[in-house]
């Protein structure tokens, strides 16, 4: 049986006019053509699906059912058309995000992921924090579409764009002498109790900020070893030692705590987008990737130099957020 989709419309068209004149008119076809098209699907078929005298045409009990199936069919291959265009477009589909512990923390990125939900809601979002080195693997292998990354040493297998470059900021008790100052160098942190990342928990951060201060002949004290960039926070704001992460964790204000910023001008961290080059990237990963690329250009991203005492309980307004490249 080769019955084509021209036939099931051809068909609607008798079925719904019952009159093949108006019917060939409606299809901007002539008639014999059309009389000579149904009669090919009835023999297709096997089943008279039309009753024909010289005045009128109506439906056999066949006819009934099979234009009820045609519609259906017809209904369907639309909406497998529309779905099909939408997914081609970005409009649908699925998007895995790999992201440091770090990254909601900068506001381009952020902003970009609540915008990205609003402009594409029918987009099936799966975010998983993950360390920067232990997105390599997944992104390799195509579980995961993009990844939100550090600085870090990467295979042949993956590309990247630089998303923004933002300062490293010391942080100390506000009770330290330090605290007070509006900026201080690497070498009058060199004996103090460091608060920093377990080497083996795989974020980027602990190599960028080891190979900064190896770079300035530093060799940090480190007494305490954690996980999570919010536990060192924590930590330096009980007293238990200094420590340096990237400007965006400003957001987080604790009054215990003071944010100074660090001299040496190669104290900067780098945030990227990173993706596979040997998998297809989908539209809506596309998508992703201009909207966090155009909010990074952004001027009201850009970082300023932002007063590190605050007060108690103050909030970060849009003069101190991370910077663009």
């Known amino acids: 049986m080769n019955v084509e989709l021209r036939h099931l419309r051809y068909f609607i068209a008798v079925a719904e006019e019952l ?3 108006r019917a060939a008119a409606r299809l901007n076809i002539s008639q014999p053509p059309l009389s000579q098209q149904i009669q090919l699907l009835e023999a297709q078929i096997g089943a008279r699906l039309l009753a024909r005298t010289n005045r009128s045409v109506s439906l056999t009990a066949a006819g009934r059912q099979f ?3 045609s519609r259906q069919i017809l209904s369907q291959m639309d909406a497998a058309a529309v779905r ?3 997914l081609h477009a970005g409009e649908t589909g699925e998007l895995r995000i790999g992201f440091t512990s770090s990254a909601p ?3 381009a990125i952020s902003d970009s992921l609540s915008l990205f939900r609003k402009r594409y ?3 099936h979002l799966q975010t998983l924090e993950i360390n920067t080195r232990a997105q390599i693997m997944p992104l390799n292998e195509g579980t ?5 990354m550090r600085n870090t040493p990467l295979p042949e297998t993956l590309e990247w ?3 923004l470059r933002e300062p490293l900021m010391a942080m100390l008790h506000c009770d330290h002498p330090l605290a007070a100052r509006e900026q201080l160098s690497l070498r009058e942190l060199a004996d103090e109790p460091f608060v920093f990342f377990d080497p083996h928990v795989g974020t980027g951060l602990y190599d960028d900020i080891i190979g900064l201060l190896h770079r300035h002949g530093v060799k940090a004290q480190i007494t305490q070893e954690v996980g999570e960039a919010m536990t060192i926070i924590g930590l330096v704001a009980a007293g238990l030692g200094v420590s340096i992460l990237p400007a965006s964790f400003q957001r987080v204000r604790l009054e215990e705590m003071r944010w100074v ?3 040496e001008p190669d104290a900067v961290s780098e945030m990227w987008l990173v993706w596979s080059k040997h998998h297809e990237r989908s539209a809506a990963s596309e998508r992703f990737i201009a909207l966090v690329s155009e909010a990074a250009l952004a001027p009201r991203y850009s970082v300023q130099k932002c007063a590190v005492n605050h007060k108690p309980g103050e909030i970060f307004d849009d003069s101190c957020r991370s910077a663009s490249p």
């Open 161 to 163: 764009r630089l998303i």
């Open 84 to 86: 099909a265009a939408r």
């Open 144 to 148: 995961l579409d993009i990844g939100l």
């Open 121 to 123: 809601p029918d987009v």
């Open 67 to 69: 234009l009820a199936d």
């Open 261 to 263: 910023a660090i001299e």
């Open 19 to 21: 009159h093949f004149g």
């Open 105 to 107: 923390f900068i506001r």
